[in-house]
T-cell receptor, first 111, second 115 residues
Framework: DQQVKQNSPSLSVQEGRISILNCDYT??????FLWYKKYPAEGPTFLIS?????DKNEDGRFTVFLNKSAKHLSLHIVPSQPGDSAVYFC??????????FGAGTRLTVKP | DAGVIQSPRHEVTEMGQEVTLRCKPI?????LFWYRQTMMRGLELLIY????????DSGMPEDRFSAKMPNASFSTLKIQPSEPRDSAVYFC?????????????FGPGTRLTVL
């Protein structure tokens, strides 16, 4: 039972353009959402998060948007850089540290 | 600072053999998590510990899987007997209560191949 879904397994974007990665969830108890970035042969690293009391959180080139009514969040990267090429995992939790991950989206930023 | 350490990085074994994966969390972290990554299901939480005590093992696929945390600096995930469908990358992660609890630090993973 996938409670967190990333329906696009891959995304390709030109350098300098915006990358938009999407994530949907089904559990209305989730109240904290995160994005992790993973390079090959490394573990995922935390990128950005958002609490359910907010609808937007920004950190440099990365912005996460949360639409609670639609149970949808997205990660915007602008401008995209080749070094952003990685697999991005969306994750969600419900206060008890039991974090659920999506299957990941592989982003390729072309120079 | 040393991050989360996992060993071995790669493990190739034959079906039916016992496999033991090891993890050393970041010093001072009191939460430890084991995940499995597959192409089909992405990252799945298997089990997590708080202060060395297992809190939730509902993600452990079946009785062939077991995990222990004998002290704050060491955990093992054991598969006995192993099967080809267990082939995956297994990650260990840790975090500390008091910070953003879900910002976990991951190890590099162990790539397990069961032939």
């Amino acid at each position: 039972d996938q409670q967190v879904k990333q329906n696009s397994p891959s995304l390709s974007v030109q350098e300098g353009r915006i990358s938009i990665l999407n994530c949907d969830y089904t559990n209305s108890m989730f109240d904290y959402f995160l994005w992790y970035k993973k390079y090959p042969a490394e573990g995922p690293t935390f990128l950005i998060s958002i609490s359910s009391i907010k609808d937007k959180n920004e950190d440099g080139r990365f912005t996460v948007f949360l639409n609670k009514s639609a149970k949808h969040l997205s990660l915007h990267i602008v401008p995209s850089q080749p070094g952003d090429s990685a697999v991005y995992f969306c994750a969600a939790s419900a206060m008890n540290n039991d974090m659920r991950f999506g299957a990941g989206t592989r982003l390729t930023v072309k120079p | 600072d040393a991050g989360v350490i996992q060993s071995p990085r790669h493990e190739v074994t034959e079906m039916g053999q016992e496999v033991t994966l090891r993890c050393k969390p970041i010093s001072g972290h009191d939460y430890l998590f084991w995940y499995r990554q597959t192409m089909m299901r992405g990252l799945e939480l298997l089990i997590y510990f708080n202060n060395n005590v297992p809190i939730d093992d509902s993600g452990m696929p079946e009785d062939r899987f077991s995990a222990k945390m004998p002290n704050a600096s060491f955990s093992t995930l054991k598969i006995q007997p192993s099967e080809p469908r267990d082939s995956a990358v297994y990650f260990c992660a840790s975090t500390v209560s008091g910070r953003a609890l879900n910002e976990q630090f991951f190890g590099p993973g162990t790539r397990l191949t069961v032939l």
